[in-house]
């Protein structure tokens, strides 16, 4: 929907407001006159309140193609998360199983294309039929080609694909440890320069971010752009240059050895190189409710969970979390969701969110938020149905009931791999550059004349980077 800042009557603004009640997953776009600065804060307040998703200047020639572009672009967002597209792959299994939501997700924030059918459903009995895996294991994946995997791995499910899950060499200037984007941003800059890069990740490309809904705050996207977007294209470009990059197949162990630095994989293949980036980013904190554990990935996720927004239609939502993960999950959400209920423990937002989304939040009708309340237990067959609530002044406890619980109360470093060589501080974060140093010098543990570089950690050699 494209609407004129400048109609007889009301303003695009409002119009567009009203555009996002009646049909929250619509893109809203205000249109606004080259040079118009006086429309320009009624189009930063409505940026911030989420009532339009973005704005351009109105065409001014019959051969506009820059408007043009910026419709195809727009349209092409709103396709990505309403429209079916091709299939590279196709996924059978039990629609609320936790290893379909696992698969979902995976293949979602990896780029792949492909198409989820329930295997009760009519569509799902035909396809186990035609691939001749009815009354088997589930999930099956069938392949593009035609090839069908019962119940793999997501190893398994890489090589079938061609990605590599071990290096194509022994040997690299750098390795980098995890493809978030300080870890595609370290692959880039290195393979950019020249330098022989690999890049090792687990999961997923883009990390915790690659799950975000919506990034607004990232530099060059003034629209925003969604983490797995951004993932994408940060890891196309890092590839562009030569990056080579391996899937499903961890880091276990680092060592030095002589000039070079070693670094031990899950398959006890090992890769050498001359500096290691450390950029494995976070996991996510559970909530320690046996309850609920038994029902991650089956209404219950840890994250922002992207891949299931489009599930909650019509349905009770919850996220748990003050923080800008859980305030732009509550708002992607919103676009599905019947109603939606962010849950914080402190007694504000103020103290962990973004303004932008607080007052995106507050204009939401959808979306409430209670503070000072805690997800004490939850009940569900199979998958979630209620969750117990407990107001943390009063101690009453209430049952609510729920079809999904999205968690993000914080993170923990991935860091427990790593040598003792490797300083860490209580948290577990790794020391680097200034942190290492006692008075302006370096503890006696360091061997060189030189000082720590800037991210350096007290390996030398060894550099930590983002989350």
Known sequence: MLADQRLPGTAGTELLARVRQLHPA????????????????????????????????????????????????????????????????????????????????????????????????????????????????????????????????????????????????????????????????????GASEGLATVVLEPEAIGGQAGTSSLIRNYLGFPSGVTGGELAVRAFTQAVSFGAQYVYGNPATALRPDGQDLVVTMADASEVRSRAVVVACGMAYRRLGLPALDALTGAGVFYGAAASEARAMKGGEVFVVGGANSAGQAAVHLARYAARVTVLVRGRSLADSMSEYLIREIESAANIAVRCRVAVTGGTGQGRLESLTLTDLDSGEAETVGALALFVMIGAEPRTQWLPDMVRRDRSGFVLTGADLLEDGRPQAAWPLSRLPMFLESSLPGVFAVGD
């Open 26 to 189: 619509a893109r809203r776009v205000l249109l606004i006159a080259w040079g118009d600065q006086a429309v320009m804060e009624a189009v930063a307040q409505a940026t911030v309140l989420g009532d339009i998703d973005a704005y351009v200047v109105k065409p001014g020639t019959p051969r506009d193609e820059r408007f043009h572009r910026y419709v195809t672009e727009q349209l092409e967002e709103w396709g990505r998360s309403n429209l079916p597209g091709i299939e590279v792959l196709r996924v059978v299994a039990d629609e609320w199983a936790a290893r379909s939501h696992e698969l979902r997700e995976l293949l979602g924030r990896n780029g792949i294309p492909f198409g989820f059918y329930p295997a009760g459903s009519p569509e799902g009995q035909h396809l186990l039929e035609v691939a001749g895996a009815a009354g088997g294991a589930l999930p099956v994946v069938v392949m593009s080609d035609g090839r069908v995997l019962a119940d793999p791995s997501n190893t398994e499910i890489s090589e079938a694909m061609g990605v590599p899950t071990s290096p194509p060499s022994d040997r690299y200037d750098v390795t980098v440890i995890g493809a978030g984007p300080a870890g595609l941003a370290a692959t880039l800059y």
